[in-house]
Each structure stands twice: as C-alpha cells, then as structure tokens.
C-alpha cells in the first residue's frame, strides 16, 4: 500500500467515524470543525494551503477571570457560546478576545 493509499483508507476511517458521532454537525463542537477539516484534505489534498487557529473553554475563563467574574463555565455553555460565534463571525474582524467577550456579553444561558 502507498503512503497515499494509507492516507486516503485513514481520512475515511475517520470520516466515517465521525458520521456516527451525533454532534458532529453542531458548531462549537470539537468534531463539527474536524469533520470538515477531514473533507477538506479528503478532497483538496495535504498540501491544500490554510490556516487555523483554535479556540477552547478555558478562554472563556480566562475573561471571566479577568473580569472578576465567577468562572470556569461548563462545555455545554462554551458550546452554545462557540456556536454563536460561529454563526455570527465576521472575517473582517475574525476571531479574538474581543469576539469572546462579545459572546460573554450576549447572554447565551447555559
């Protein structure tokens, strides 16, 4: 078997592991943007030029504790606060501090 064999059987082992997971199509959930990272090199190749950068709950704790607020908050929230961002991203300002304090402040309930 080829590298690229073995690299085209593994990209769709994992997808269709990933096509089991229920909330691999919720956005803010970790499998939701690897399932589409997986499709992307499934179809674009390895060397498909990107960039990424990631985002996690402790960075929502980490303004809450800037703020004096109570923190850590649970994945279900991260989750519906990642999601928002998601929703609502603007390329032009991208993803930051500001975005996350942005989500903190619209209320999303846990």
Request: with cysteine; charged share 25%.
């Amino acid at each position: 078997m080829t590298p690229t064999e073995l690299l085209n059987q593994q990209l769709e082992a994992m997808m269709a592991t990933l096509a089991e997971i229920p909330e691999t199509d919720m956005p803010g959930n970790a499998a939701h943007y690897l399932n589409r990272l997986v499709h992307l090199v499934a179809n674009n190749g390895v060397d498909e030029p990107m960039v990424t950068s990631y985002w996690y709950t402790e960075d929502f704790d980490s303004v809450l504790e800037d703020r004096g607020e109570e923190c850590p908050i649970d994945r279900d929230h991260a989750r519906k606060l990642f999601a928002l961002i998601d929703r609502t991203h603007n390329a032009e300002i991208g993803i930051n501090w500001d975005v996350l304090k942005c989500a903190l402040d619209e209320g999303v309930s846990a």
